[in-house]
């Protein structure tokens, strides 16, 4: 159906004149008439009645009108869901488990007011989410900004990296279930289960890196029936273990008693830094990167192991 021909149409419903409606829509009487005419043609109905004083809605057009309506404001909202300036604010948060998704819904929580689109780009590629910020199609995601030392790329903006320490998950009969916190030293000897990630990856290029520096072993998971069937693995097993974010949020049946257990000596953490275009235009952007300017990058990193592309000093085993 054409749009500008309902859109015609209920300008004539509401002017009751085909030179008014012309006028209001910038078009001219002939032209209205014409979009009228092959609107009726395409429902098969005759939607105005013609008199000398103008026109009048028919019965089918009286029927039409409030759908007719209808359809224009769906059309609208349409657009606004895709223009910068219109639309939610869009953020990638990569997965709606991890501390990113849990900062934004806080974000959402302190502010109901701002309409959100939260989407999931490929953790992997990160070329997906440069090439979006790039077009305006998205206004904010999560790197780590491995590939450019920790800079942003030309023509985009980065803020301070979320630092969410990194958490053992294990089983109630791993040798490591009833300790409070352990040591990446402890780790040697307990390999480490992650999805497969390909080594060129942020993910991939952090792992081999914190591998090398403490010895760790990372068996990949594989096939990848998804984190429901890893947490299910992980409660019966005396051997399996994984790492996740302490901001990061999972849940799984009572029955499991999964452990979560701090990382320390020293804490490794995957930085991720907001990154935004230079020219982002999203009028409540700026009112989120003041948000997560206030909660990121402002603890101490110490006790943290941070990979070297961040410039920070190298951390090593203790035993090395």
């Keep these: 159906m054409d749009l500008d021909?309902?859109?015609?149409?209920?300008?004539?419903?509401?002017?009751?004149?085909?030179?008014a409606a012309g006028d209001e829509l910038a078009i001219t009487q002939q032209a209205v008439s014409k979009r009228i005419t092959a609107l009726e043609r395409d429902l098969g109905v005759r939607l105005f009645v013609r008199g000398p004083k103008g026109v009048r809605l028919s019965a089918d057009g009286q029927a039409f009108l409030p759908h007719a309506r209808e359809l224009l404001r769906v059309e609208n909202r349409a657009v606004a869901s895709v223009l910068p300036a219109r639309r939610a604010l869009r953020v990638d948060v990569l997965n709606r488990?991890?501390?990113?998704?849990?900062?934004?819904?806080?974000?959402?929580?302190?502010?109901?007011?701002?309409?959100?689109d939260v989407v999931t780009l490929p953790v992997l590629d990160s070329d997906d989410a440069l090439a979006a910020l790039a077009d305006g199609t998205v206004d904010l995601?999560?790197?780590?900004?491995?590939?450019?030392?920790?800079?942003?790329?030309?023509g985009l903006r980065a803020g301070p990296a979320l630092y969410d320490r990194h958490e053992?998950?294990?089983?109630?009969?791993?040798?490591?279930?009833?300790?409070?916190?352990?040591?990446?030293?402890?780790?040697?000897?307990?390999?480490?289960?992650?999805?497969?990630?390909?080594?060129?990856?942020?993910?991939?290029?952090?792992?081999?890196?914190?591998?090398?520096?403490?010895?760790l072993t990372i068996d990949s998971v594989a096939p990848n029936f998804g984190n429901e069937a890893l947490l299910d693995e992980l409660a019966y097993s005396p051997r399996l273990a994984t790492l996740v974010g302490q901001g990061s949020r999972y849940l799984w049946p009572a029955a499991y008693d999964l452990r979560r257990i701090p990382v320390v000596a020293p804490a490794p953490v995957y930085p991720l830094h907001p990154l935004w275009s230079a020219h982002g235009s999203h009028d409540a952007l700026p009112m989120l990167l003041r948000y997560l300017r206030n909660r990121s990058g402002t603890e101490t990193t110490d006790d943290l192991w941070l990979p070297t592309w961040t410039g920070a000093a190298p951390v090593t085993s203790p035993s090395s």
């Design 141 to 154: 995601t999560f790197r780590a900004l491995a590939a450019t030392a920790g800079r942003p790329p030309a």
């Design 5 to 19: 021909a309902v859109r015609t149409f209920v300008a004539v419903a509401d002017t009751g004149r085909f030179q």
């Design 97 to 116: 488990r991890i501390a990113p998704a849990m900062l934004l819904r806080a974000f959402h929580q302190q502010n109901p007011e701002i309409d959100l």
């Design 168 to 215: 053992l998950l294990v089983g109630p009969r791993h040798p490591l279930a009833d300790h409070c916190q352990v040591t990446l030293a402890e780790l040697v000897d307990h390999p480490i289960w992650m999805f497969p990630m390909p080594p060129a990856s942020e993910p991939g290029t952090y792992y081999r890196e914190l591998v090398a520096t403490f010895g």
